[in-house]
């Protein structure tokens, strides 16, 4: 918010510099993030006094102007301005000014004639909105004054916090500057004179959600006159970084930042039937904003209508159609409290953020309604004249009192680490207008409201009752209190202490296995990425990953539990509106990104959380997604490039087994087509007792790509489950002795029919090799003569041996015998010679 210091010190006295007090204001809570020199911009501009106005001879729209800036010299300058006149004083731009936007001003001719400078409107200095005519200053301005000496300011940029809706106005922040400085708070003084008719005559007001407003007031204005506001007026609103619009339209302005009431101004000639109605929007209608933008309303949308339509959004902005023109003679003004959830909603749907529905977000004070118009009444009678009819529309009169809070003064003490007396306590309080008093007997303390309330009993504890002001919405619990203790005190007067408890013990990290995960696939060229948790429905409806439970051969301790997405209440958009089950769709949109910058060899991976919701509650899992396009290996001279393929994949699920220390999984083959390439993809199955890494792999299904817009002709794509991937700790490395006695080797060739998997064949020399197993190798795959077309011959290496002895032939021979007869037993298999 930016605060002007000229219209701060109206409601309380500053003597700090700009510097201090916005060190004061920060350690408050309210951080300033800069400051601003208004008018720093206004380079040799200066008043001038215009001597002579006389006729251009050359140019019927230009005036010749002789014009007295203080100095000896009398400069001629050349206007087309039609306000100006002998006497007046006037801002001057001298020869070598620069103005707002940069804009520099030399000694020009026009028309044949010399101009020595500019003479300035109030839009090109920024000062007001009028661009038609010169800006008039005051008589009594000195002249050759320097203008950003006369009405410079400094500007504040102060970062209001979301529960601090009660300081993003002047008023709310001069209550802040009084609890720094000791300073008294002056709010305006609000009084109407009310010369109309009843109001009643002219303006009715039906509230039919009352939930989502809770107070409706309105008042009415007859013979208004539309003008520009005073020039003050306007210098104020630009320096707080509004633009002046007209003297009725500016006054609700005024107010919102004065107050902190966000109002609005009707055309009052332009609410049908006089009626305001405060209503949820019906299918079908729309309703041009102020920004001429057609929208379509939607049936959860609020809005304010009269008897034929709607011609606002409740909170937000209104309507084109009833907005304050140049012939409005008639004025409704409307001020009312909302639903700050409802006004949030309303304002992501439509992309329209304003002032207004800033304020109404983050909650409004009951009373502010009346207040607000009655301020903005005020100003519009001064401004703009006219009458006020007598009384206001107000749908709920009755304003609540002042809430109590009751807090204990020994217990602000231990949550501050420090021992303030409750004396010392009161007066901190009594800095932010939060009187206190003594408790009455059995009065309890609320601790908690959110997600529970908690109420304790003080027990034999002095307790004190804090009256919490109407404004401040943030004081709900005994710890709100201790805070504003705190703040008030200064966080920097707090002593810091060492612990005097015992250190916790040592503790494991959590994420071990996932930095060792990391580093592996890192040191293996693949790229980490971490992409949203929130995704497009649309992402799961295109790639359609298959869930674990329709793979019943999945190990059920890393299987994934089966149910439904949990989608976002008021998503920021339709691309984060639900948490992601599967990572796989993520991945795909870095690709997709990183072929958009040319780069199409991708090797990434990410170890990310899933969701689900599974029973009416929702679930979470870890999972370990890569993917792999492009070339795995590039061109060198002594070589072709190798693109990626599914055994690169399998590589990948090998080293993560081999860094973690857990047992090699075994593949089956996974036919469910789309979307995985027809006979590309793969059922990673792993032992949960030996530690387990499970998952899919696969060659992506030519449509997916289509689907992504990718160019990759080959997309390799996995997700796995890792058995403690989530809180556990690695394997410990259990280092053996080198072996004193040789190892042997022998190969077989077994012969298997086609339907079979390598994964069969090992897993049945695991179970008949016995101990004396201590190793095993695919090193080939044959097909053809003498075999049959329906039959593959695997060669594997059997590395035997024994830790107390050197094998003798016999035993050799025993565990071949026992493999052989056990892969014929089992997957009908014999031995190739």
Sequence with gaps: MR?????????????????????????????????????????????????????????????????????????????????????????????????????????????????????????????????????ILPADMPLGAQLSDLYGDVVLDVDVKPNRGDALCLLGLAREVAAATGATVRPPEITVEESGGPVSDRLKVDVREPHLCPRFVGRCISGATIAPSPDWVQMRLQMAGMRPVSNVVDASNYVMLELGKPTHTFDGAAVRGGTIVVRLAEAGERLQTLDHVDRDLTPDTLIIADAEGPIGIAGVMGGAGSEITAATTEIAIESAVFDPVSIRRTGHRYALRSEASLRFEKGQEFRLARMGADRVAQLTLAWAGGSLAKGRIDTAPEEPTEARLAFRPARVSKLLGDLISTAEQRELLARVGIATEDAPPSVRIQVAVEP?????????????????????????????????????????????????????????????????????????????????????????????????????????????????????????????????????????????????????????????????????????????AFLLTGRGEPASWNRVARQYDLDDAKGVMELICRSLRIAMPGYVADTRGYPFHPGRALLSQGVADAGCVAGRLAELHPEVLEAWDLRAQRVILAEVAILGLSETRPKRVHVEPIGRYPEVERDLAVVITDDRHAAEVEAAIYRHAGQLLRGLRLFDLYRGAPLATDEKSLAYRLVLGATDRTLTEAEIDAVVDQVTTGLAADVQAHIRS
Aim: aromatic share 4%; glycine share 8%.
């Design 452 to 624: 529970k309330p908690l109420v304790v009993d003080p027990g034999s504890e002095e307790v004190v009752v804090a009256v919490v002001p109407t404004w401040r919405r943030d004081l709900a619990v005994e710890a709100d209190v201790t805070e504003e203790i705190a703040r008030v005190r200064g966080y920097e007067t707090t002593p810091s202490h060492l612990p005097d408890t015992l250190m916790p013990a040592y503790r494991a990290s959590p994420t071990s296995v996932r930095d060792r995960l990391r580093e592996t696939l890192a040191g293996a060229g693949l790229t980490e990425v971490v992409t949203h948790g929130l995704v497009s429905p649309l992402d799961e409806a295109r790639l359609r990953w298959p869930a674990d439970s329709t793979s019943p051969a999945l190990d059920e301790k890393v299987r994934a539990p089966d149910g439904g997405p949990i989608t976002v209440t008021n998503p920021l958009s339709a691309q984060h509106s639900e948490l992601r089950q599967h990572i796989g769709a993520s991945l795909l949109d870095v690709l997709s990104l990183n072929e958009r910058q040319g780069r199409s060899d991708v090797a990434i991976f990410e170890i990310g959380q899933c969701h689900a919701l599974v029973d009416g509650r929702p679930a979470e899992w870890t999972r370990l």
């Design 3 to 135: 605060v002007p210091l000229s219209w701060l010190r109206e409601y309380v006295d500053i003597d700090l510099t700009p510097e201090q007090l916005a060190e004061r204001l920060t350690l408050l809570g309210m951080e300033v993030k800069g400051i601003e020199q208004w008018g720093s911009d206004w380079r040799k501009v200066v008043v001038g006094e215009l001597l002579t106005v006389e006729k251009h001879p050359f140019a019927d729209r230009l005036h010749l102007t002789t014009v007295n800036v203080g100095g000896p010299e009398i400069l001629h300058i050349v206007c087309g301005a039609h306000n100006i006149a002998p006497g007046q004083r006037v801002p001057v731009a001298l020869p070598g000014a620069i103005l707002p936007g940069d804009r520099r001003i030399e000694r020009t001719e026009k028309m044949g004639i010399a101009s020595e400078g500019m003479l300035c409107s109030g839009d090109e200095l920024h000062i007001t909105s009028d661009a038609d005519g010169i800006l």
